[in-house]
Structure formats: structure tokens, C-alpha cells
């Protein structure tokens, strides 16, 4: 069995979005927010990367943006993460906490209006 990681929620959450939902296919995307080293990291600042944004943006019809940021059971937001979150819920989107493929689904519920 594959040790789970951040990474790997993402990958399993995106891919039950796209198959489970084939209509709302790229209102589903990552923020590429993790350069590779320094140079690409000072480059990606200069094109507008923001330390601290969500993991994943879902664009909704007629609702706010959902902000989603994968962690692991026990894992931690950053302080740029935390400060991030509330620039993102004082513009009136949403922000969740994700930790497994089941909470990324049951935002998906019939008693949830995602």
C-alpha cells in the first residue's frame, strides 16, 4: 500500500472530481505554488505567486469560489497559509481543510450545495 501524502489526496480528489463530474470538468484546478528551486521560485514570484494559497481552486455557478488546502490527518496550515485563508474569506469565498479522498467527496453531498 502507498504511503499517503498531501500530494496523493490531491490526485485521488481531483481525479473522483473529473470522472465522477465529466460537466464541470476545469472548474477544478491546482495552484502550481511549489517551485523547484530558487531561480524558478524568484521567477514564479515575479509571474504573481503568492505564498500560502490553497492547493486547489473550485469555481462554483453562482457561488463563491471554494478554497481547498490538502493536508494529512495530523498536518499543519503554515502562518502564510492561515493568513492566506483570511484574505481569501474576507473576498466571501470558501475555505476547507481537506484530508481525505471521503471529506473531499462529502463536500460533494446532496446535503452540501457545493
Known sequence: MTEKTEARI??????????TY??????????NNN??????????????MIAGVSDMILLREGRP???????????????????????AE???????LIRSLEEFQNLFSPDRTT
Open 35 to 48: 517551485p523547484r528551486n530558487e531561480v524558478d521560485g524568484n521567477r514564479m514570484k515575479a509571474q504573481g
Open 22 to 31: 465529466p460537466t464541470h470538468r476545469k472548474r477544478l484546478f491546482m495552484v
Open 65 to 87: 469560489p471554494l478554497c481547498i488546502e490538502f493536508k494529512l490527518p495530523n498536518g499543519r496550515q503554515s502562518p502564510a497559509q492561515v493568513a492566506w485563508q483570511s484574505v
Open 10 to 19: 490531491q490526485q485521488e480528489a481531483f481525479m473522483w472530481h473529473w470522472n
Open 90 to 96: 474576507a473576498t466571501g469565498a470558501e475555505y476547507v
